[in-house]
């Protein structure tokens, strides 16, 4: 099955609901089946953020089963197939940080360096400071991508009128 969103590490809390999607119609060993295109409620069971970011984890339990219209509680074990994607996030105004120091530096090199030249070192000078300061903010987040796969392996059968999966 797969994942019908991004779930994140830095914004996915325990308790969060997402859905998956059934790509291949299923037989259980009761002779029970599960279409495809079927959806799956998933909820966060527990999210672990980890260094380097690719070790992240984010782990669901099955909360339901939704069968034209119908949900249907069910119990199983959900494994991510896919890998985790990782970006750089901000935890702050980067152009702030870069343009406050770049002002802060010229004021600076201005009164002690006294001329233009004072201005100009002071103000590349403030800009890489806040550039370090902005870059020093970030972290690194972990996603589970749009589309990611997911394996669903059902612990009790789902009780559900004849027919209807």
């Given at each position: 099955?797969?994942?019908n969103e991004r779930?994140c590490?830095?914004?996915?809390?325990?308790?969060?609901?997402?859905?998956?999607?059934?790509?291949?119609?299923?037989?259980?060993?009761?002779?029970?089946?599960?279409?495809?295109?079927?959806?799956?409620?998933?909820?966060?069971?527990?999210?672990?953020?980890?260094?380097?970011a690719e070790?992240?984890?984010?782990?669901?339990?099955?909360?339901?089963?939704?069968?034209?219209?119908e949900?249907?509680?069910?119990?199983g074990?959900?494994?991510?197939l896919?890998?985790?994607?990782?970006?750089?996030?901000?935890?702050?105004?980067?152009?702030?940080?870069?343009v406050?120091?770049?002002?802060?530096?010229?004021?600076?090199?201005?009164?002690?360096?006294?001329g233009?030249?004072?201005?100009?070192?002071g103000?590349?000078?403030?800009?890489?400071?806040?550039?370090?300061?902005?870059?020093?903010?970030?972290?690194?987040?972990?996603?589970?991508?749009?589309g990611?796969s997911?394996?669903?392996?059902?612990?009790?059968?789902?009780?559900?009128?004849?027919?209807?999966i």
């Amino acid at each position: 099955m797969t994942i019908n969103e991004r779930a994140c590490t830095l914004t996915a809390l325990v308790g969060d609901k997402f859905t998956a999607t059934v790509n291949n119609t299923t037989v259980g060993t009761n002779g029970a089946t599960i279409r495809a295109g079927t959806t799956v409620v998933l909820e966060v069971s527990s999210v672990e953020r980890a260094n380097p970011a690719e070790n992240s984890r984010i782990h669901f339990r099955v909360r339901a089963i939704d069968v034209n219209g119908e949900s249907y509680p069910a119990d199983g074990e959900v494994a991510t197939l896919s890998t985790m994607e990782t970006s750089r996030v901000s935890t702050g105004s980067d152009k702030t940080k870069v343009v406050g120091g770049a002002i802060a530096g010229a004021i600076l090199g201005r009164v002690l360096g006294g001329g233009t030249k004072g201005t100009v070192i002071g103000a590349a000078a403030g800009a890489a400071a806040g550039t370090a300061a902005a870059k020093a903010t970030q972290s690194t987040d972990a996603c589970l991508p749009n589309g990611g796969s997911l394996q669903l392996t059902l612990t009790r059968d789902i009780v559900a009128r004849r027919g209807a999966i």
